[in-house]
């Protein structure tokens, strides 16, 4: 029902009491009067109202500007970022929307405007919403892309229908299948296709048939049901029913609702089709159709076969003319060359080859049988050359020797040590052969040996007569002897026993 007219002495309580008002009252300012315009809606209304109506013009700038409005009038309205921001979904221009707030007159633009603290979708809108906010995460999911849609089978064994067994869907479905194909089988897997319940029975369908298509011979799958409201296929927009569908192993084709009905599972699916007959009529290859096409095939290939024979026997017909025309002149040509192989061939037949080998090799022993007789002749006297030229050589070689000899025993005469002994030198060393360059080498009751040129002294340091600087050793005169030392301890020899023999 609509709102009467605004009318100011209703909100003044009719004429007041008392004499009548002049008419002459002075002009109202422009702010004045947005002021009782105001003023008297505040009073006139309840201080929070719900409005329900479309959205238009929409403008989001921080604050909602936005427009509500149903068949016959337009309300202006604002929402604060502050509420704004708890409203918690999206709204767009031509959602059906309730709006909570006050009514009041905005005098800066001269606008009745609603100041919205709370902003709702109502019905359908609703749903709509929640559609299209799953549609945004499953497209984010690549549950929609075209590169995972699997390939419906052409002719499939086994189709599975998962439906409500008491609709009329299946019926249509079964009819139609039958009438095209009935070498397809049809299991039917019923399930609730509304309610809260739904969604739960579909999902676990689909799984199902996805885990045990082999054992069950499942080719594809049919997800369909009758047409209803948005409410009513809701079930078929639930995200449990879209994973089943996106995981499914199974070609899965969706037919929910009438044509102009979309829902998420058929988004999903590998094929949308507008009708459960459609959908049937998809997965059911026409047997007339595809006997109609065996015909064909079978035509076209008889054609093809006698044109392939015709082709045939003309490429036999050419190859058997032109082996008639060249056939000779191909063979004449392949005797003369067979002819001149032959001739080259002669020298290299292996009988000929030995023989003339046999007599190379007798001709070759015969060359080496004198050879080896005038070898033999020739070194006959031959040894006793050889045997002179040896005694010539060793002799050359001793008298060589002899020569080095007696140059090395006259260098070992210069430098024999004796030659300076004779001229009153002696060499003192102590009994293990080491020569004394110094009395800090011996002390007292050391034994010493003094070479002088015809003997050698023993003497022995004495402890008394020893001095710093010097020592002084009791002499013990011994000529030189050339007997053999006892075995049971030689001293070392001296350097002096090494020119005995140089006398």
Not at 237 to 256: G, K, L, M, Q, W
Not at 383 to 412: H, K
């Amino acid at each position: 029902m609509s709102r009467l007219p605004f009318d100011p002495d209703r909100v003044r309580g009719g004429e007041p009491k008392g004499p009548k008002r002049s008419d002459k009252v002075p002009p109202l300012t422009v702010s004045q009067l947005a002021e009782l315009i105001n003023q008297a809606l505040i009073e006139s209304l309840p201080r929070k109202v719900s409005v329900v109506g479309e959205m238009s013009n929409l403008s989001r700038r921080g604050h909602w500007y936005f427009s509500l409005k149903d068949e016959t009038a337009v309300l202006k309205c604002v929402a604060w970022a502050s509420k704004a921001a708890r409203f918690g979904f999206d709204a767009r221009d031509g959602l059906s929307v309730v709006a909570k707030g006050a009514i009041q007159h905005y005098g800066p633009q001269g606008q009745t405007q609603l100041f919205v603290d709370s902003l709702e979708p109502v019905g359908a809108g609703a749903l709509e919403l929640r559609f299209r906010a799953l549609c945004e995460e499953l497209r984010a999911l690549r549950y929609f892309d075209i590169e995972t849609k699997k390939p419906i089978p052409t002719f499939p064994r086994r189709v599975a229908i998962i439906t409500s067994a008491k609709g009329a869907a299946l019926q249509d479905c079964i009819d139609t299948m039958r009438r095209r194909c009935r070498a397809v089988e049809i299991l039917v897997v019923d399930v609730r296709v509304q309610g809260a319940l739904a969604a739960g029975e579909i999902a676990k369908a689909i799984r199902h048939i996805s885990k045990h298509h082999v054992k069950l011979r499942i080719d594809a799958l049919l997800l369909t049901r009758g047409g209803g409201s948005i409410e009513d296929l809701w079930a078929f927009n639930e995200r449990v029913v879209a994973d089943a569908i996106h995981a499914c192993s199974v070609p899965t084709v969706a037919a929910i609702g009438h044509e102009t009905d979309t829902t998420i599972a058929e988004l999903v699916a590998d094929l949308r089709c507008a009708t459960p007959t459609q959908a049937a009529m998809r997965l059911a290859p026409d047997s007339r159709e595809l006997l109609m096409q065996i015909d064909q095939s079978a035509r076209r290939l008889a054609l093809q076969m006698h044109h392939r024979t015709r082709y045939a026997m003309q490429q036999l017909d050419g190859l058997r003319q032109s082996l008639d025309t060249t056939g000779r002149a191909t063979l004449q040509h392949r005797a003369t060359q067979l002819h001149h192989l032959a001739l080259r061939l002669g020298p290299l037949r292996p009988d000929r080859v030995i023989l003339e080998r046999g007599r190379r090799v007798s001709i070759d022993s015969l060359r080496l049988h004198r050879a080896a007789e005038q070898l033999i002749r020739d070194r006959r006297d031959e040894p006793l050359t050889l045997t002179s030229q040896l005694d010539r050589a060793m002799n050359r070689r001793a008298e060589s020797a002899t020569t080095r000899l007696d140059r090395a025993e006259a260098t070992l005469r210069s430098i024999d040590p004796r030659r300076v002994l004779k001229r009153g030198y002696s060499i003192t060393h102590q009994p293990d052969g080491s020569v004394v360059r110094s009395v800090s080498e011996v002390g007292p009751g050391t034994r010493l040996l003094t070479n002088v040129a015809d003997g050698t002294i023993a003497s022995e340091v004495d402890s008394s007569a020893a001095r710093k600087g010097r020592a002084a050793a009791t002499p013990k005169v011994r000529k030189r002897s050339n007997r053999p030392r006892s075995a049971a301890s030689p001293p070392s020899p001296s350097q002096m026993e090494l020119f005995d023999h140089l006398r």
